[in-house]
């Protein structure tokens, strides 16, 4: 409140294409290792698995929007991206989360 930022937080469902999990699995490791050491706005980011065979999901959340485009932008985001795009069987879906006070 008083003009301060609100958090910016998403989470992505992934689907792994058959085969390719292990891969997957040491991909987003080895990258959300690089997050949490080199984004200081970065206020949470993990993966994880979920009870349907080959699911998973990461659940990022950041200081404001310029911690998340700051993000986006990254070299390490560019650099890691593609490969753990290509172990997927269907594009990410996307949900923004927004953060309120349960009445």
């Given amino acids: 409140m008083g003009g301060a930022m609100a958090r910016v937080a998403s989470i992505f469902r992934l689907?792994?294409?058959?085969?390719?999990e292990r891969e997957f699995v040491e991909r987003v490791n080895a990258y959300a290792e690089?997050?949490?050491r080199?984004?200081?706005?970065t206020?949470?980011?993990e993966y994880y698995r979920l009870?349907?065979?080959?699911?998973y999901a990461v659940v990022e959340?950041?200081?404001d929007q310029a911690a998340e485009d700051a993000h986006m932008a990254s070299a390490a985001l560019?650099?890691?991206a593609p490969g753990i795009v290509?172990?997927?069987?269907?594009?990410y879906v996307q949900e923004h989360l927004d953060p309120f006070v349960a009445p």
Wanted: aromatic letters at 10%.
């Fill in 15 to 20: 689907h792994v294409k058959e085969g390719r």
């Fill in 34 to 36: 690089i997050v949490r």
């Fill in 38 to 41: 080199t984004e200081p706005g």
């Fill in 43 to 45: 206020l949470y980011y």
């Fill in 51 to 55: 009870r349907e065979p080959r699911r």
């Fill in 61 to 63: 959340c950041f200081a």
């Fill in 78 to 80: 560019a650099e890691h």
């Fill in 86 to 91: 290509d172990c997927l069987a269907e594009p």
